[in-house]
């Protein structure tokens, strides 16, 4: 922009002395000019604890609009499961920019708290060292899930899997998968279908929450559940994953390995991701918590 005010400047002030005349009183010369810019983030006007109390999609728009230092200001106060949440309702690309001047031991904290697929594909946006030095600071468990994540292709059904899902056994009974479920489900990204596994981790089977609440209490899973579930292979391909979900109106579909195993799920909306622009993904309900 300099440089075009540059190349405007000379001509007219040439123009003018040709003709003898000085500028016109009502004009401002461009030595006095300073241009604004046009993209100047906003400043933050309320208390930060106004904002942290806000829904993590309000949260994410704010934080989207800030100047850094306020940006980091409101990031310093939220707790990490706070954080970790607006993370993920922002682009992939913004993710890396809102964690920019946090120290690394917290970032690792954040990782944990966020879902195994959305922790993936923010580390996948980050340099390998870095990407690296941040796992190597997270739980052992947690490390292991966003580590098989990473191996697969992003646009592959193991790219955008998520490994919080719910199995139980086919032995167990209605009652006792209820419970068990009360007491093991809260991390799960979606318990709309409960998956049925052996000992060895192949999936048998799946059913719905409702078709569980209204099965006999007594009835074994192996009675209710459905034995031929719809599944993918985690290096088909997202368009094809989004196909087979509207094709069999499901919710999720599960991954699984040549030896059937259960690797993780695919939500409908993270399958959609390509189709669908992630902001506009980002404001769809929430159907799976």
């Not at 190349?7 to 241009?35: A, F, G, Q, T, Y």
């Not at 594909?121 to 580590?147: F, I, T, W």
């Not at 099965?215 to 192996?222: G, I, L, M, T």
């Amino acid at each position: 922009m300099t440089y075009l005010r540059q190349l405007v400047k000379k001509p007219v002030e040439r123009l003018l002395s040709l003709v003898r005349k000085d500028p016109p009183s009502n004009c401002i010369s461009w030595n006095h000019v300073e241009l604004v810019s046009r993209d100047q983030s906003s400043q933050l006007r309320v208390p930060v604890t106004q904002i942290t109390d806000l829904h993590p999609a309000d949260v994410a728009e704010i934080l989207s609009g800030l100047n850094q230092l306020d940006r980091d200001q409101v990031l310093d106060q939220m707790d990490i499961k706070q954080v970790a949440d607006a993370l993920e309702e922002v682009e992939p690309e913004f993710q890396a920019n809102l964690l920019e001047h946090m120290p690394d031991e917290k970032i690792a904290d954040v990782l944990e708290e966020m879902a195994p697929d959305e922790a993936a594909d923010l580390l996948a946006g980050m340099d390998k060292e870095r990407s690296e030095d941040l796992l190597a600071l997270m739980a052992g468990e947690d490390a292991a899930d966003v580590r098989s994540l990473l191996s697969y292709p992003d646009d592959t059904a193991g790219g955008i899997m998520t490994t919080e899902y719910v199995t139980v056994h086919p032995e167990m009974t209605a009652t006792e998968a209820i419970q068990y479920l009360r007491e093991n489900a809260n991390e799960a990204e979606t318990i709309f279908y409960v998956y049925v596994t052996g000992a060895d981790g192949r999936l048998q089977g799946v059913f719905s929450l409702k078709r569980l609440i209204l099965a006999d209490p007594q009835a074994p899973v192996s009675s209710f559940m459905t034995r031929r579930a719809v599944t993918v292979q985690p290096y088909i391909g997202q368009d094809e994953v989004a196909r087979m979900i509207s094709k069999y109106d499901l919710l999720a579909i599960p991954v699984i390995d040549p030896q059937e195993r259960l690797l993780g799920i695919v939500t409908s909306d993270d399958a959609l991701d390509q189709i669908i622009p992630t902001a506009w993904k980002k404001r769809l309900p929430r159907i799976f918590h």
